[in-house]
């Protein structure tokens, strides 16, 4: 019987947006997924997106497919951002297991972060910043900054 729901609700799904997705945004709409988060209006997250601790998201935001979105150390998400498919950002690090760190990160507002590309604990990211696929972000960005592949290396398109 339950099969026989979910065959219903992915027909619909394909039909209305001629796509898939996983089971849990079949059955959850990613406004209210949001909304149960405590999220800013407007802002949509898939059912799948792992999120853990104090996470603060703005409004008009989008969350992606597959994130991994870490609060524990503290995380602020301003307005208007794209946390792309496949994003990871951590506020801590479990190296040492006796001695977990956290340090928070910021995310200003208007700043896209694209597919698989992973945010490091204690990074800020400034207002109006594009941040490229695949790209290692391990220190501070500043406002309007166009980032690619490893921070680490200061490779960037100004």
Known sequence: MIKFYFSILRY???KKFNRHVS???????????????????????????????????????????????DGTGGLE?????TISAGVHIYTHNSIDRNHIK??????GDNTYIGPNSVIQMGVTIGDNVII???SFVNKN???GDKWIGNSRGDISCP
């Open 102 to 107: 956290h340090q928070q990160v910021k995310i």
């Open 12 to 14: 619909f799904k394909k």
């Open 77 to 81: 998400i301003g307005n208007n951002c």
């Open 23 to 69: 089971l849990g945004d079949l059955v959850f709409d990613r406004k209210n997924t949001a909304a149960f988060y405590g999220f800013g209006e407007g802002t949509t997250c898939y059912n799948n997106a792992l999120i853990l601790g104090d996470v603060k998201i703005g409004k008009q935001c989008w969350i992606g497919p597959n994130t991994v979105i």
């Open 132 to 134: 490229g696929s695949l």
């Open 141 to 143: 960005i500043p406002d």
